[in-house]
Each structure stands twice: as C-alpha cells, then as structure tokens.
C-alpha cells in the first residue's frame, strides 16, 4: 500500500520560510519522479517543483529563486524548502510520486501566508 504523508505546512507571515516534507512508504523511492504541487481554493492544482530520480530539477516560474526542492532516497523522503513566501503562495500543498505511468498523491498540507 503506498502511503505519502506531508507534514510541514503552517501559518507564516508574508517574507517567511517554512520546510515541508513527504515521507514515501509503499514505493521504489529511489526510482519514482517526485514532485509538489498546490491548489489554492478556486483553482486548478498546479505544478510547484519537480525531481526525478536522477535528481533532475524542474521549477514553477513563480517557484523560482524561492523554492528548493530535494530528495533524500536513503530516508524515502522529499522536501520542499519555501522561502520569500508571498500571500498568493497560500494553497494545500500535494507530494505526488509517479511510478512508471501510475501517479500517487498525499493528503496535502496547508500552507497560509498572511500579508
């Protein structure tokens, strides 16, 4: 059974940093393209950040210069470190984990930056 939790999400002023993260169980970590993704009420999820296995690394445009994401395989873990947050960065948070052509998806974390 694959099981990926988030955890990290909070409440933080305009211009903070928070770290989230997404503890994968159920999976090949090792070989599955990891990403965030986020869905503020109203709209659509949209992509945020993605790595693959060989650790490539693909940004949101409104992602970049702020956002850092990484993975580490020993902990089947992947992070999502936010800095600069800005009000219009408040949304449910989603690590997904694609495996092969199969796509798994957490529960989501909220994430809610006040102006």
């Known amino acids: 059974q694959v099981q990926l939790v988030e955890s990290g999400g909070g409440l933080v002023q305009a211009g903070g940093s928070l770290r989230l993260s997404c503890a994968a169980s159920?999976?090949?970590?090792?070989?599955?393209?990891m990403a965030w993704y986020r869905q503020a009420p109203g709209k659509r999820r949209e992509l945020v950040a993605a790595i693959t296995s060989g650790a490539s690394i693909d940004y949101a445009n409104s992602a970049k210069g702020r956002f850092t994401i990484s993975r580490d395989n020993a902990k089947n873990t992947m992070y999502l470190r936010m800095n600069s947050l800005k009000p219009e960065d408040t949304a449910v948070y989603y690590c997904n984990a694609k495996q092969g052509i199969v796509n798994f998806w957490g529960q989501g974390t909220q994430v809610t930056v006040s102006s």
């Open positions: 159920g999976i090949i970590f090792g070989i599955a393209t």
